[in-house]
């Protein structure tokens, strides 16, 4: 939108019902904070500047709100005095004349840009004030949005609505939009001559109105604009995010077997024609591309799998690990740091880090990088079309050529040539009757334990 805007965020509750340590928008959903969903929201409505009205971990809350391309300015509450007292703690931003001011809350992390677009618009189509309310088939609670003529007229809290505004079932989310030019103005009307001495926003309705004023109500789905105030709620806000990312990857294009099983993070990246089996889990920084495999039970963060690469079941890709198109990290892998190349299979019971593996290498049962030494780590490369035998040891930093063979059950301490076969382990020997004689003795030495019993 061409209209300039502010986005006022309430964060400075202190959190007493989440019972934490920290501040309970910097508790996550999707792997990150709640507050920084918020942000993202409003960033991508258009608003050139944000006030963070902060209060508990402060800076920690600041810090979380920051997002690309958005001045961002924290503004401390020092006292609790309601709703509109937290907004007016950012006087000086909205003091800056914005066309469009959005009032928002740091927990609400579900609220997505389309709905704040579609209240900037009320605001564009000349209404001073645009409240976000929902329809619910349970309104016990809520403030009730009155609306007589398409304006709305009031918002009533339950506690002095009459029994017939109790049947309304349109609720007020707490969210809305306000003209820049009169927002200052409207809000310093706001008195506390009530019975808890507090500035409820909520009277803005009523405010605007009575200064020749237009207010609208806009509807936004139940699900979005939901808060938060314990854990329960936050889990809940979690299994609606993870369902609303899961059904956009399917119609995307994405099969997932037993969607309700696997967990997205909220900047995962899924590609076409990819097939995700169950319980599968994906943190933060993970790109699939098209087309690859996710066998069940696999974890990854941080990862890159290519095209039609395939893992798991049960691997676990940490930070750092890529996976070019067609290669294959198997059951019980473990991948940190370290590329395996086009076509590469690292295929059972493997651990591979701080490592490049060369394209179409194939590495055995139980091989591993010994890759840290107990202060530093140190990088191994496999060259291409190399074989590492089962429970190999390869200990960084080392180096395998194109091609080369390392024989299984060695112990790699120097850099194997290209082409070469490279044995580290000792000569095996047979002593014929030894297995028995050494039995008898381990018999005869538990017969006496025994006896002396």
């Known amino acids: 939108m061409s209209r300039s805007c502010l986005a006022v965020i309430l964060a400075a509750g202190d959190s007493t019902r989440m019972r934490s340590s920290m501040s309970k928008v910097l508790h996550p959903v999707a792997g990150r904070p709640m507050i920084a969903h918020v942000m993202a929201a409003v960033a991508s409505t258009g608003v050139s500047a944000a006030a963070l009205v902060v209060g508990r971990d402060a800076d920690a809350v600041a810090k979380a709100g920051a997002v690309e391309g958005v001045t961002v300015e924290a503004f401390l509450q020092a006292e609790r005095r309601g709703t509109g007292h937290a907004v007016l703690t950012a006087k000086d931003a909205i003091a800056h004349g914005y066309d469009d001011v959005l009032i928002a809350y740091g927990d609400v992390p579900l609220v997505t840009s389309a709905t704040f677009t579609l209240a900037r618009e009320g605001l564009a189509d000349g209404a001073d004030v645009v409240v976000i309310g929902f329809h619910t088939d349970k309104p016990t609670g809520y403030g009730r949005l009155l609306v007589e003529n398409g304006e709305l007229i009031a918002i009533r809290e339950e506690k002095d609505a009459s029994e017939e505004e109790r049947k309304v079932t349109w609720c007020n989310s707490g969210l809305m939009a306000i003209d820049g030019r009169k927002a200052l103005s409207l809000l310093e009307k706001i008195s506390n001559n009530n019975a808890k001495g507090e500035y409820y926003l909520t009277d803005l309705v009523e405010i605007a109105r009575a200064d020749g004023g237009r207010v609208v109500a ?111 990290v198997g059951n019980f892998c473990e991948v940190k740091n370290a590329e395996i190349g086009e076509g590469a299979k690292v295929n059972h019971l493997t651990y591979i880090g701080d490592a490049f593996i060369g394209a179409h290498s194939n590495i055995g049962a139980g091989a591993i990088t010994c890759n840290y030494d107990g202060v530093n780590k140190h990088q191994t490369r496999i060259g291409a079309n190399a074989f590492i035998g089962s429970n190999s040891s390869l200990v960084a930093p080392v180096s395998i050529g194109d091609g080369a063979y390392v024989a299984s059950g060695s112990v790699i301490t120097e850099d194997v040539p290209a082409d070469a076969l490279a044995l580290g382990r000792a000569r095996q020997e047979i002593k014929p009757e030894r297995a028995k004689v050494i039995r008898e003795r381990a018999l005869a030495f538990k017969a006496a334990k025994k006896a002396a019993k």
């Open 218 to 328: 806009v509807d936004a789905p139940e699900t979005e604009v939901a808060g938060c105030n314990n854990r329960a709620e936050l889990a809940a806000l979690e299994r609606l995010w993870q369902e609303r990312r899961r059904h956009e990857l399917m119609l995307s294009g994405v099969t997932m077997v037993a969607p309700e099983t696997v967990f997205l993070s909220y900047d995962t990246e899924i590609g076409q024609d990819a097939f995700i089996e169950p319980n599968v889990f994906f943190g933060p920084g993970v790109k699939v591309e098209a087309g690859a495999l996710i066998h069940a039970f696999s974890h990854m963060e941080r990862a890159h799998i290519g095209a039609g690469a395939e893992i798991g079941p049960f691997a676990r890709l940490r930070p750092g690990a890529t996976l070019l198109s067609k290669s294959k």
